[in-house]
């Protein structure tokens, strides 16, 4: 029973860069979430799904994007990252009200 | 648009009982709900109220008041381990169903 798993758990960019990373869930949950958080900002909500095939903006999308093409899976990316997107970014899913959240990706771009 | 107000930090001592508040302005409501988060760890989910009154999980309670945008969390019998990171999130913005999250108090409990 993983729940939501995210990859990778760690990554270092230099400006510029473009990545994707990856968020699955086992729990056939519909609503899907990225978020970023820094020291003292708690959670940022970046972009979000409601299901398979949709996607929105949450608070903070700008030089992010994602997709929702199967159920199970959410992607964010970075098409060309800046130092600013330095942070520990969480996926979640969520039925209800009780989200489920991944171990988190800690992303620095240099 | 949604926003949480909660207080930034709150110190107590093993054994005791601490309140935290939280706030909240948002167009459409569907619940709220909190969070803890240890250092280094990811958020793990504490309670969720969708009506008004208290819902008690063991030393954990949540209220809320739909009438007053106000919610708090109640931890009892404080423990060591019950320093972390605790977070309301609100679940609203009319049908997209967004979970937006207040800046978070830090609990620090005091032998």
């Known amino acids: 029973n993983a729940g939501v798993t995210q990859t990778p758990k760690f990554r270092v960019l230099k400006t510029g860069q473009s990545m994707t990373l990856l968020c699955a869930q086992d729990?056939?949950?519909?609503?899907m979430y990225w978020y970023r958080q820094d020291p003292g900002m708690g959670l940022r909500l970046i972009h979000y799904?409601?299901?398979?095939?949709?996607?929105a903006k949450g608070e903070v999308p700008d030089g992010y994007n994602v997709s929702r093409l199967k159920k199970q899976n959410f992607l964010l990316g970075l098409e060309s990252a800046a130092p600013s997107q330095t942070s520990v970014y969480f996926c979640?899913?969520?039925?209800?009200?009780?989200?489920?959240f991944g171990q988190g990706t800690r992303l620095t771009v240099v | 648009g949604q926003s949480l107000e909660q207080p930034s930090e709150v110190t107590a001592v093993e054994g005791a009982i601490v309140q935290i508040n939280c706030t909240y302005q948002?167009?459409?409501?569907?619940?709220l709900s909190w969070y803890q988060q240890h250092d280094g760890g990811a958020p793990t989910f504490l309670s969720y109220?969708?009506?008004?009154g208290l819902e008690e999980t063991g030393r954990f309670s949540s209220f809320l008041s739909r009438s007053d945008s106000y919610g708090y969390l109640l931890l009892q019998e404080l423990q060591m381990k019950d320093s972390a990171s605790y977070f309301c999130?609100?679940?609203?913005?009319?049908?997209?169903?967004?979970?937006?999250f207040g800046t978070g108090t830090l609990l620090a409990v005091q032998p």
């Open positions: 109220n969708a009506l008004d």
């Open positions: 799904s409601v299901g398979e095939g949709t996607t």
């Open positions: 979640a899913s969520s039925y209800m009200g009780e989200a489920f």
């Open positions: 948002t167009s459409g409501f569907y619940g």
């Open positions: 729990m056939n949950h519909e609503y």
């Open positions: 999130a609100v679940r609203g913005g009319g049908a997209t169903n967004k979970l937006i």
